[in-house]
């Protein structure tokens, strides 16, 4: 599967990365490399197998129902670009 | 001062022979001459100082009590920044400790500093960070060489002889193969042994921490103390760690070495088998039987890790838009306006690169043909191990198909860089535990690795193995 | 009832599904350990993980499986012994991880049904499709600062399950009734408070329309209604406008919409234009869920009488229409009031409808005049149940028994003890009732005189002036009765 310029800008915006035209260019052409080269796992037969997801030996953590993280929102709110009044601030988002 | 070993130094300083301020002060002046090499991104005197003023103070009974240690700069750490050797997390100073760190904190290490790495551990040769390159503490005056990625850093603070113990994380490689270019040991844990809680994610199912130490035993020592279970990752194995150090046996005599034919490729030098036969031939002699073995998807192991790996990065990486933390472009004019530039400024370019292979591959119409088969491959690929697995004990390998190259030799094609790691993917797509040891050396004098691999859980008779083997060069 | 709307044109029918998504009652968050109060300062309860630091990583809390199981059970569904954690990729500001860990493919609970009952005595059965469990995200705010949103992430990783239905309702009074009904259950399950004003129950509507007999139309989806008034009006408002569109020659485009509530009018969202990718894929942070046969026969040990049980048990035991049972169970606070008075006293279940009315007029009036919830009301079921007691023994009559009810807000007196001391007891002598009347005759004669001259009405004004006289506590039918005979004697 190949893509093209579209596709890449569209790839690019699902991941909130912006591509000048140069970039859009050179990172198209690297990752139809890699796809032609990530093609020979055609080559497997993987009927009857099933995905192997985790490769960790144990049993899903459960934890109890506690408040136990008390974090500060000053803490919580130190390392922010621009925090106000107590809140993370963003550009705003005209819904 | 040369410290050669964890327990040399501890007695010395059980033995009243130094002090931690003298240690402190020794690696202090080794780390500023070797300020070239780029090795760490973080080192401050005072922040050293004020460790050992609270170690100076703890019990003799503690380990790692002032042994000099560098953390690789994916942990996070409370004391110094943590910046996973990217723009976006420049000046992020996290308020907590990652779980490992924190285990070595609890038995009295000293850290240096934090060392330099590809960013977000995306790469082989420490190219890749926002910080500049690492120089390989083995290249000769005016040819840099590579010192491995993506914990070239720790490798290189290991083998510039700036620390006792460096950790790094491995996720395809990452740890074995720069110690195999820089000619150190470095072990890679079963996955789930140390926790990932606190270290800045790459690829979940793959990362795994471990250490980087001048020996063998070394390694032993603080891999023990790394590792433990933790209930805030919910990845992390529920075993008891075993005190391998105590537990070294370097009788082989009867232990199953597995060697894989799939691992003999075309194109790989002559020295590089010539070691790996070396080895085989050592193992012998101690006793091991060899068994030629058989992992038939070996080959599809790369191309498996580079649909996976950039999949699971394209949405870890997701949480870098600039609002809770890190870099934030200026100047936006809307939410998404802030979020494509903050991104496209504080990634570089292999990021950027993986991001976009692995939010392709997951997206509709895409998933099944290539995520979704990944996976069944890599089932393949473990099933492989565990088969072998019951032919043999360990499996010994090649760590790398070449020694350190030219820092910036293969820049241009991402996938002849992806190459570096054909030897060390395997394992990490199985979960299984793997060291690579320095074991000769190729005719410019650059250290050539050997790997050792075995099942789930089993890095005491890894240890075992590595430590023999070690003997063959003292 | 047809469920048909005349067009101009043509005849439809209106298709509706309800995603709702309910917050489970927990402590903690479903991925974290922080606290799920609602109304805190702004990011006072948001934790490294809910803030998506570099290296947090997500821990389930047992107890948000549990509660999800008991919904399951209570939807009567299929509980899925395996389930996968998923991870839906997305960007907005409340969303710090830059995902959300949901379930796509393997959710924790499949097929199931709820029915709904109509006023008329019928029933409908309205399937489920799923359910399963996600983290709910932060909150903006949009109208704080003139070039900024705010951020708060205290809601950020709350547990929520996602109810999803069949497209099986056919209006806005279905679904009215479809979510009440999975309201009630939720709360009788006690998995969540079932506050929409807080939003702890929301829901989004997909709605399409369609000619009858024809495949489904295109759906619209209008997201984020959080009160049954606005779900209907929003129903209402976007199936004439899709008839509309269609009648016109025009089609519909999918869209994910908003309903502006002051102006009653849905709007496609900006932010959804574009179509989103989530690219699902298992959260490789996290294992499979696996919950085996034992788990979940403790946890079926744990469920109380759910809505429709108690609504049989209204039906068979009290002699309650299906309709006004099912209105009555529909909310567990009330329904448990009314179980206590009837409990207080097996003699009140021949009077039950009565103990109702008493409950959901006159109760209700004075617990909203003074915005009580059921739960907190000062006049006790036993209490209730004897002021009833005592209408249906004529003691008092239901008249007084309203003033005696307000005396027993006041005062939270048992209703005998206020009858005795304010002397209310009704009287029933009727050689004190006739003297009352007699009197009223007495000082009205010209009235007597109109009266059996053909003016029947006035003998509301006798009663009215005779009860006055007995300061409202002769008993109204022994009253009637003397009048009319009383006045019969004089012709």
């Not at chain 1, 106000?84 to 550009?91: K, N």
């Not at chain 3, 991880?97 to 019928?122: A, L, R, W």
Request: hydrophobic residues 35%; charged residues 25%; negative net charge.
């Amino acid at each position: 599967m190949k893509l093209n310029t579209n596709t890449i800008n569209k790839i690019a915006k699902l991941a909130r990365i912006r591509l000048s035209e140069k970039e859009a260019d050179e990172f198209l052409k690297d990752i139809n490399s890699i796809l032609d080269w990530v093609e020979q796992l055609n080559e497997v037969n993987t009927d009857n197998v099933e995905p192997l997801t985790n490769i960790s030996s144990s049993a899903l953590t459960k934890r109890r129902d506690e408040n136990q993280d008390i974090n500060s929102s000053d803490e919580i709110l130190q390392n922010s670009p621009d925090k106000l009044e107590g809140y993370f601030a963003v550009p705003k988002v005209v819904e | 001062m040369e410290f050669q070993s964890i327990s040399q130094l501890k007695l010395l300083l059980d033995d009243n022979k130094i002090s931690v301020k003298e240690i402190a002060q020794t690696y202090i002046k080794k780390i500023k001459e070797k300020k070239d090499l780029n090795i760490f991104i973080y080192f401050n005197e005072d922040k050293i100082y004020d460790q050992v003023k609270l170690i100076e103070k703890i019990s003799n009974d503690n380990s790692l009590k002032g042994i000099p240690i560098a953390v690789k700069d994916l942990f996070c750490t409370k004391n110094m920044p943590t910046t996973a050797g990217s723009k976006i997390l420049e000046n992020f100073n996290p308020t907590y400790e990652s779980f490992v760190t924190q285990k070595l904190i609890n038995q009295g290490s000293m850290f240096v500093g934090k060392t330099n790495l590809d960013e977000f551990a995306m790469g082989s040769a420490t190219n890749t960070s926002y910080f500049g390159d690492t120089i390989n503490p083995l290249s000769n005056e005016g040819s840099p060489l590579a010192p491995g990625g993506s914990s070239g850093g720790s490798a290189a603070a290991v083998a510039a002889d700036l620390c006792l113990g460096a950790t790094g994380t491995d996720t395809g490689g990452s740890i074995r193969q720069p110690a195999s270019f820089c000619g150190v040991v470095g072990i890679k844990p079963t996955y789930g042994i140390c926790s990932r809680w606190g270290i800045a994610a790459f690829a979940s199912s793959l990362d795994q921490a471990g250490i980087f130490s001048k020996n063998v035993t070394d390694a032993s020592i603080l891999l023990k103390e790394m590792a433990g279970h933790d209930l805030r990752d919910s990845t992390s194995s529920n075993v008891k760690i075993p005190n391998f150090s105590e537990n070294l046996n370097i009788d082989l005599k009867g232990k199953k070495i597995g060697i894989p034919k799939e691992y003999t490729i075309d194109g790989i030098s002559d020295e590089i088998n010539e070691v790996w036969e070396q080895a085989i031939k050592s193992l012998e002699q101690k006793g091991a039987i060899i068994e030629h073995i058989s992992l038939p998807h070996t080959k599809y192991a790369l191309p498996t890790y580079y649909i996976i790996a950039p999949a699971e990065a394209s949405s870890n990486l997701a949480r870098y838009d600039g609002v809770k933390y890190g870099h934030r472009a200026e100047n936006a004019k809307s939410l998404d306006d802030m979020y494509e530039l903050t991104r496209s400024e504080g990634f570089g370019k292999e990021v950027k690169r993986r991001i976009l292979i692995g939010t392709y591959v997951l997206s509709a119409g895409y998933y099944d043909a290539y995520y979704l088969k990944a996976q069944k491959v890599r089932k393949l690929i473990a099933d492989d191990f565990v088969k072998a697995f019951k032919e043999c004990d360990l499996i010994l390998t090649p760590t790398a198909p070449s020694a350190a190259f030219p820092l910036n030799e293969k820049q241009d094609d991402p996938i002849k860089m992806y190459l570096n790691d054909v030897f060390t993917v395997p394992a990490s797509l199985a979960g299984i535990p793997g060291i690579s040891i320095p074991y000769g050396k190729d005719k410019n004098g650059l250290p050539l690795g050997i790997q050792l691999l075995s099942k789930h859980f089993n890095e005491q008779e890894i240890f075992n193995a590595a430590f023999a083997l070690e003997k063959d060069y003292e | 009832m047809s469920n048909l709307i005349k067009g101009k044109h043509h005849d439809w029918e209106t298709v509706i599904g309800l995603e709702i998504h309910a917050q489970v009652k927990s402590n903690s968050k479903l991925f974290s350990s922080s606290s799920t109060t609602f109304g805190s300062n702004p990011n006072s309860q948001v934790s490294l993980v809910d803030a998506a630091m570099p290296g947090m990583l997500p821990v389930i809390n047992k107890y948000c499986i549990e509660q999800a199981v008991k919904t399951g059970v209570g939807l009567n569904a299929k509980i899925n012994k395996y389930s996968i954690f998923d991870r839906k990729n997305y960007f907005y500001a409340d969303l710090p991880q830059g995902y959300q860990i949901s379930q796509y493919k393997y959710p924790i609970i499949g097929e199931g049904k709820v029915t709904i009952d109509f006023k008329d005595g019928s029933s409908k059965e309205i399937r489920i499709v799923r359910l399963h469990l996600e983290q709910d995200a932060g909150k903006s705010l949009h109208d704080q600062n003139p070039t900024k949103t705010y951020v708060d992430l205290n809601r950020s990783g709350v547990a929520l399950m996602e109810i999803v239905s069949e497209p099986d309702l056919r209006n806005a009074d279905e679904a009215g009734l479809y979510i009440s009904k999975i309201r009630s259950i939720l709360m009788y399950l006690d998995t969540c408070d079932g506050n929409m004003q807080e939003g702890s129950l929301r829901a989004d509507v997909n709605i399409s329309v369609r000619k009858p007999g024809d495949e489904y139309g295109t759906r619209c989806e209008i997201k984020n209604l959080n009160s049954i008034k606005f779900i209907k009006q929003a129903i209402n408002y976007e199936v004439k406008r899709q008839i509309e569109v269609l009648e016109e020659g025009g089609s519909i485009e999918q869209n994910t919409l908003l309903f502006n509530t002051s102006t009653g009018k849905t709007k496609p969202m900006r932010s959804k234009e574009e179509a989103h990718d989530y690219r699902y894929f298992p959260d490789p942070d996290l294992l499979p869920l696996e919950i085996d046969q034992e788990e979940i026969d403790n946890i079926k040990k744990l469920i109380p009488e759910l809505p429709d049980e108690r609504k049989k048990r209204y039906v068979d035991e009290y002699n309650l229409s299906n309709y006004d049972a099912s209105v009555l169970t529909s909310d567990k606070a009330i329904s448990d009031y009314f179980d206590s008075v009837i409990k207080s006293d097996f003699s009140l279940k021949a009077s039950s409808k009565i103990v109702v009315n008493w409950i959901t007029s006159e109760l209700f009036s004075i617990l909203n005049e003074n915005n009580l919830e059921i739960i907190n009301s000062p006049i006790k079921p036993k209490d209730l149940g004897k002021l009833v007691k005592l209408i249906n023994e004529d003691i008092i009559s239901g008249k007084i028994a309203k003033e005696v009810l307000i005396e027993m807000f006041n005062t939270t007196s048992d209703p005998q003890i206020i009858i005795d001391k304010k002397g209310l007891k009704q009287v029933t002598n009727t050689d004190e009732i006739e003297a009352f009347v007699d009197e009223v005759i007495e000082e009205n004669k010209k009235m007597v005189e109109q009266y059996l001259s053909g003016k029947d009405k006035l003998l509301g004004f006798f009663v009215g002036q005779s009860m006055k006289k007995s300061k409202g506590k002769a008993n109204p039918q022994i009253l009637n009765e003397i009048i009319k005979k009383k006045l019969s004697k004089k012709n």
